[in-house]
């Protein structure tokens, strides 16, 4: 069945630090893959998504490209500030469901 | 416009006692989704709800959880005897359509003891 792996975490960073977060997959077919965020208290958000490979899927300073040669879809930012501070979740969907297959999550701590 | 809301934000039980969770989705969405994230593990989906009706209901472990959405408005998720691997963190999600994005509900922490 489909499977997201993503590194453990927690992940932590000083303040400005650049951001990657992997996660690879395993999928029937050409999944769509997506990242969610979880800030302290509120739900999952979805942060970005790509649907075909070598799309690259960005908002709020944060991208990732569908790598389809490696099956990975790694998180990254350039400059991580305090308010990045949440959980992360790789995810996707394929054959069909609009049910994403979730990953463990990353916990990622920022510090001033 | 206000959130998914889930009720109570933790919920602390013995084993063998019941507890019932409820969803209220954003106002206007059909599709209501139950997932639930065990301790260490991936977000697992449970069930779907379009309206009142269940869609899909195969993520749903055993016959001691019972899901309702009586009038397509807010769900319930009834535990019923809880056992100890049932600790975890429940979410509640909600989206207009099948393929339209699910909005998130900030969980329920549910401990068996």
């Known amino acids: 069945g489909d499977s997201v792996t993503q590194m453990e975490g927690p992940v932590t960073l000083s303040e400005e630090a650049f951001l990657t977060i992997n996660c690879t997959y395993t999928?029937?077919?050409?999944?769509?893959l997506f990242w969610y965020v979880q800030y302290p208290g509120e739900g999952l958000q979805l942060l970005l998504k790509?649907?075909?490979?070598?799309d690259k899927g960005s908002n709020k300073g944060f991208e990732a490209t569908y790598r389809k040669e490696t099956t990975s879809f790694h998180l990254e930012k350039g400059s991580v500030q305090v308010s990045d501070s949440a959980v992360y979740y790789c995810?996707?969907?394929?054959?069909?469901?609009?049910?994403?297959?979730f990953g463990r999550g990353t916990s990622l701590i920022v510090h001033p | 416009e206000a959130g998914v809301t889930q009720f109570p934000s933790h919920s602390v039980i013995e084993k063998g006692q019941t507890v019932t969770l409820r969803c209220d989705p954003i106002?206007?969405?059909?599709?209501l989704y139950w997932y639930r994230r065990v301790m260490g593990k991936e977000i697992k989906f449970l069930l779907h709800?379009?309206?009142?009706?269940?869609?899909?209901e195969s993520g749903m472990p055993n016959n001691r959880f019972l899901a309702e959405r009586t009038g397509g408005t807010y769900s319930t998720l009834k535990v019923q005897p809880a056992e100890l691997e049932d600790s975890g963190v429940y979410f509640c999600?909600?989206?207009?359509?099948?393929?339209?994005?699910?909005?998130f509900g900030p969980g329920t922490r549910l401990t068996v003891l």
């Open positions: 790509a649907t075909k490979a070598d």
């Open positions: 106002s206007g969405h059909d599709n």
């Open positions: 999928a029937t077919g050409y999944p769509s």
């Open positions: 999600a909600s989206g207009r359509g099948f393929w339209n994005e699910q909005f």
């Open positions: 995810a996707l969907s394929s054959g069909g469901s609009y049910i994403p297959t």
């Open positions: 709800f379009v309206k009142e009706s269940k869609q899909d």
